[in-house]
Every structure is written in structure tokens, then in C-alpha cells.
């Protein structure tokens, strides 16, 4: 497991600050949750976090944010927000809203990003499923050093929602593509009735 950057141990404190006692539930999200299950660690220059604002208003999070030193806050869409940090840099908060996403933030494990604290840490199974829905190269990269470095994913949970956003077409390629270069050795072994289409 990676241990973050002083630079990201000092936004997650931040962040820890400005939304714990809002009683806001968020996860650490991106390639910093991706590093924690990867086979190498890449580098990134951003952080990224999935909360849950449980119908309250996005206010609630902008003003904790520029409480806790972010400046020029951008609302991109009604689901993400972007903030500027003078010391800790850039940061992506995406807003839940959909079933998956509040469930996503509720499996997230305690993970050691600090030497002194934990912090709410996406699942292997959701950084796969949330890497794959963005399909970008970096996050394509991600899947595949995960599918490589952690053998044993609950498919079970995988199963449902691989289908419901259609993700199978895309995760076929990555692991074909992974089986071409010798970096994957097998096929995924999948423990449901969920098998790969050939």
C-alpha cells in the first residue's frame, strides 16, 4: 500500500476538517485509491474524493471548502466540483447521486494514507468499476495494473453493475489487450455465472 505524499497527507487532513463535522461521508477516489491496489504506483498530481451530500445542498461543501483554504471552487457540473489549494493543489469531488455511488462511498475500507490516520478508501471493485466507466487511458492503464496485482475481486458484487453501465465490452479489451502482452497470464477468473463474452 502507498503511503501519500506530505502534500496529499495534508489535503486529506484538510479535508478530514472541513467536511467530518458536517457529518458529510466521503471516500478517497482516483489514482490515489487506484495506488492502493495497483501493481506499481504511478504518479498523479491531483486528489480525488466521492462524497455524499444526502440531500443537502452543494453550498454545504463549497463553504467548508474555502473555509479549509481551497480557493477558486468550480462547479463543473452539478456532480463535480473542482477547488485550487495554495499548498495541497488540485482537487475533484465528485458528488454522489446516483444508487451505485452512495453505495460505493458505504463499502469504502478504512486505508493507511497517513502515518498517523486512516481514511475512507474506495473498494478495489468500485475504483475497477468507476475506472472503467471514465475509460480514459490512465484509467484503462489502472484497470489493468489492478486486474494484474488483485486476483481476488467479489464478482458477485461486480456482476450487477459491469452490466447496468454496460462496462463489459470495455473490460474485455483491457484484459485482451493485457492477455496480447503477457502482462496478464490468464483469463479473469470470475466466481459467478458472469463469464467474459468471446
Known amino acids: 500500500m502507498e503511503q501519500s505524499s506530505d502534500r496529499f497527507k495534508a489535503a486529506l487532513r484538510d479535508l478530514s476538517n472541513a467536511l467530518d463535522p458536517k457529518g458529510i ?16 504506483i504511478r504518479t498523479t498530481s491531483d486528489l480525488d474524493v466521492i462524497l455524499s451530500l444526502a440531500n443537502r445542498k452543494i453550498d454545504v461543501v463549497l463553504d467548508a471548502l474555502y473555509k479549509n483554504g481551497w480557493t477558486s471552487t468550480d462547479v463543473v457540473t452539478e456532480w463535480l466540483v473542482r477547488a485550487e489549494h495554495p499548498v495541497t493543489g488540485r482537487l475533484d469531488v465528485l458528488i454522489s447521486g446516483t444508487e451505485y455511488e452512495v453505495g460505493a462511498i458505504a463499502r469504502a475500507k478504512q486505508v493507511v494514507l497517513d502515518d498517523e490516520r486512516t481514511y475512507k478508501t474506495l473498494a478495489v471493485e ?27 475481486l467479489d464478482w458477485d458484487y461486480m ?10 465490452e470495455r473490460l474485455k479489451r483491457i484484459e485482451d489487450a493485457a492477455l496480447s502482452s503477457g502482462k496478464l497470464t490468464r483469463n479473469i477468473e470470475r466466481s459467478t455465472e458472469f463469464k467474459r463474452s468471446t
Do not use: C, H, M
Not at 475497477?128 to 492503464?141: E, T, V, Y
Not at 456482476?159 to 463489459?168: D, N, R, S, Y
Open 25 to 40: 461521508k466521503w471516500a478517497v477516489a482516483g489514482a490515489v485509491a487506484a495506488n492502493q491496489y495497483r501493481d506499481q
Open 126 to 152: 468500485d475504483v475497477l468499476l468507476l475506472k472503467l466507466i471514465a475509460d480514459r487511458f490512465l484509467d484503462n492503464a489502472d484497470v489493468e495494473s489492478i486486474l494484474i496485482q488483485q486476483p481476488d
Open 159 to 168: 456482476t450487477k453493475w459491469i452490466a447496468e453501465f454496460e462496462l463489459e
